[in-house]
């Protein structure tokens, strides 16, 4: 199970840094896309409608890295919540245990709570 959540997480990682880089590229071409247009001129129309259409392009491909991100996000989640339930029940029956054996200590500063 460890691994398993290890290569999530890897992968879930990978896949962040996709998204990341995807957008700075976007940025970067809006940022060049901004600066060549004159409003004066009609003559960039072209190229003009052809960066759109590679930013629009873009940012359908972030929102399907984004929808591919949802279920490791959701599956991280889950287990991190079943691992926290398990961790409380073993807590619980350390506790359990130490009172039956009589191992309980009555200062709970001795105990490290």
């Known amino acids: 199970m460890n691994d398993y959540k290890e290569t999530v997480t890897e992968d ?11 957008v700075n590229s976007i940025y970067k071409q ?4 901004e ?5 004066n001129t ?18 359908d491909d972030i929102q399907e ?8 996000n959701l599956n991280l989640r889950l ?3 079943s691992l926290e339930e398990q961790i409380k029940c073993l807590e619980q029956s350390v506790h359990l245990m130490k009172l039956e054996t ?12």
């Open 12 to 22: 879930h990682i990978k896949l962040v840094e996709s998204i990341n880089n995807r």
């Open 30 to 33: 809006l940022s060049e896309f």
């Open 35 to 39: 600066e060549c247009i004159d409003p």
């Open 42 to 59: 009609s003559e960039d129309f072209g190229d003009s409608y052809n960066k759109i259409m590679d930013l629009l392009e873009s940012l």
């Open 65 to 72: 890295a984004a929808q591919m991100l949802r279920p490791y």
């Open 79 to 81: 287990r991190q919540q």
């Open 102 to 113: 009589g191992k309980m200590s009555k200062n709970p500063e001795e105990m490290g709570e």
